[in-house]
C-alpha cells in the first residue's frame, strides 16, 4: 500500500470523528474523576488491616474512629465549556488507612471478597513501607507519620494477525511512590516497571523495574537516581519537567527529561499533549521525541484521540496520554503512528477503544481492536485486538462502617 494514501485515509477519518464529535452539545458536565485516596498514614493502614481481620473472624472489636476521606470535588464551571480536570492521589498516613481498614463491615458476597483481598495487598504494602522508614530512622528521634504509597498494576494483552502468522505479547505495567520522611525528608523512593524516556510502551516491551531516589529541584522539575534490575544492575540518571497548563478551552501538557545510564547512552526526550474538551468529549493530540546518543535518530511517535469519556483516571506517567490510558470509563477512536527516525513512518494504527470500571470500582477493564498498517510486513492491513486491566491501589475498597 502506498504510504501517501495511507496517511491520506488516516487523516480523512480522523476528520469525521472531529466533525461527529463537534455535533454534540457543548453544554454538558465534564467527566467524572476517578475516586481519590483520602489522607491517611502507613500505621493506621496496618493497624485497620489487623482489626478487621478480627471482625472478619467474629470477635467483638471497637474499631478506631477513621479519618475522613478527602472527597474529589470539580470546581464549578466558570465558562459554558467545562473542561475536565485532573487530581492527583492525595497522600494518607499508614494509621488512618489501618483505622479505616478496621471500620470496615466483614465481607458478604464474592464482590466483597474481592474488595477485601483488595485490602489486604494494600495494607501488606504499606506495613512494608513503615517498617523500611522505621527501621532505618534515627532512634533519638521521635518518628514521623508515614504517607501512604498508592500504586497502579496494569496488564495488557494484545494479539496481531500478520500474514506469517499470530503475534501475541503480554506487557505489564507497575507503579508505586514512596515517601519515607524519617530517613529524609526530601528523598521520595519511587519503583517503576516504566522505561527511563517514559516513551509509550509498545506491548512485549520488558524495560524491566526501576527503583531510586526522587529529588524535586525546583516546582515541577524533578531529578532521579536510581538502579535498573538487569544482569548487571544500571546505573541510571535523570531530570524532568513537566506540568499542566491551561491555555482557555484547551490544555497543554509539555514534558522534557535528560537522561542517562550504564548500559545505553545519554538522550533526551521531549513531548507535547494538546487537549480540547466539549462537555464529555475528549480531542487530544500527543506528540513524543527521543533522541539517543548511541543511536543518532530520534524516535518518535504522535497520536490523535477522539474519546467520549465519562470517568479521568489521574496518570502517572507521560506515556499514558499517547495511548488514552488515562481514560477510566468511556470509548473513542485512537489514530497512531510510530517511527525509528524522524525521516519515515514504521507503522500506522487506526483502533476503536472501550473502557469501563467493573462493580468493584477500583479495576478498570478495556478492550481495543486495531488495525495495523506495518512496514516490516508489507504495509498489510493486519487486524488485532488489546485487552487489558489497571488494578488502582489508592485507597482501601471498603468503606468503613
Known amino acids: 500500500m502506498d504510504c501517501g494514501l495511507l496517511s491520506s485515509r488516516v487523516l480523512v477519518a480522523w476528520a469525521i470523528l472531529t466533525l461527529a464529535g463537534c455535533a454534540s452539545t ?40 477513621p479519618a ?11 465558562s ?6 485532573r487530581y492527583f492521589p492525595t497522600e494518607l498516613s499508614v494509621d488512618e488507612i489501618l483505622k479505616n481498614n478496621a471500620a470496615a463491615a466483614p465481607p458478604l458476597d464474592f464482590q ?9 495487598v494494600y495494607t501488606w504494602t504499606q506495613g512494608l513501607v513503615e517498617a523500611t522508614d522505621h527501621k532505618f530512622a534515627d532512634k533519638d528521634r521521635e518518628l514521623l507519620p508515614v504517607p501512604a504509597a498508592p500504586f497502579r498494576l496494569g496488564m495488557n494483552l494484545q494479539s496481531i494477525d500478520h500474514n506469517n502468522g499470530l503475534d501475541m505479547k503480554l506487557d505489564v505495567d507497575l507503579d508505586i511512590a514512596l515517601s519515607l520522611p524519617n530517613i ?3 528523598f521520595r523512593i519511587f519503583v517503576t516497571s516504566d522505561a527511563l524516556d517514559e516513551a509509550p510502551r509498545v506491548a512485549g516491551d520488558n524495560p524491566g523495574l526501576r527503583a531510586g531516589l526522587r529529588i524535586p529541584v525546583r516546582k515541577f522539575l524533578d531529578f532521579d537516581v536510581g538502579i535498573k534490575l538487569d544482569v ?34 545519554v538522550g533526551y526526550a521531549v513531548a507535547a499533549t494538546f487537549d480540547r474538551w466539549y462537555g464529555r468529549n475528549l480531542f487530544r493530540s500527543s506528540t513524543y521525541g527521543k533522541w ?14 477522539y474519546a467520549r469519556a465519562n470517568e479521568i483516571i489521574v496518570p502517572e506517567r507521560y506515556g499514558y496520554y499517547l495511548k488514552a490510558n488515562d481514560i477510566g470509563q468511556g470509548w473513542g477512536m485512537r489514530l497512531y503512528a510510530s517511527g525509528k527516525d524522524a525521516s519515515y513512518a514504521d507503522y500506522y494504527e487506526a483502533g476503536f477503544f472501550y473502557r469501563r ?8 477493564w478495556y478492550v481495543e481492536p486495531f488495525v495495523r498498517w506495518d512496514r516490516d510486513y508489507n504495509w498489510n492491513s493486519d487486524p488485532g485486538v488489546r485487552v487489558g486491566i489497571n488494578a488502582l491501589f489508592w485507597d482501601l475498597a471498603r468503606p468503613a462502617k
Not at 539517543?292 to 484521540?305: F, H, N
Open 80 to 85: 459554558t465549556v467545562n473542561i475536565a480536570q
Open 232 to 265: 548487571p544492575p544500571v546505573a541510571f540518571a535523570s531530570v524532568r519537567w513537566t506540568r499542566e497548563v491551561p491555555l482557555g478551552n484547551w490544555t497543554f501538557y509539555p514534558f522534557a527529561k535528560l537522561f542517562a545510564d550504564t548500559k545505553e547512552s
Open 184 to 186: 529524609e525528608k526530601r
Open 26 to 65: 457543548r453544554y454538558e458536565a465534564p467527566p467524572t474523576v476517578a475516586p481519590q485516596p483520602p489522607k491517611i498514614t502507613t500505621t493506621e493502614a496496618v493497624a485497620n488491616a489487623e482489626v478487621a481481620k478480627a471482625q472478619d473472624a467474629g470477635a467483638p472489636v471497637v474499631p478506631a474512629t
Open 357 to 364: 470500571p467493573t462493580a468493584n470500582k477500583w479495576l478498570f
Open 68 to 78: 475522613a476521606p478527602t472527597p474529589v470535588v470539580l470546581a464549578a464551571p466558570t
Open 292 to 305: 539517543r546518543a548511541d543511536r543518532d535518530a530520534i524516535d518518535w511517535s504522535q497520536s490523535l484521540i
Open 112 to 120: 466483597q471478597r474481592v474488595d477485601q483481598a483488595h485490602d489486604h
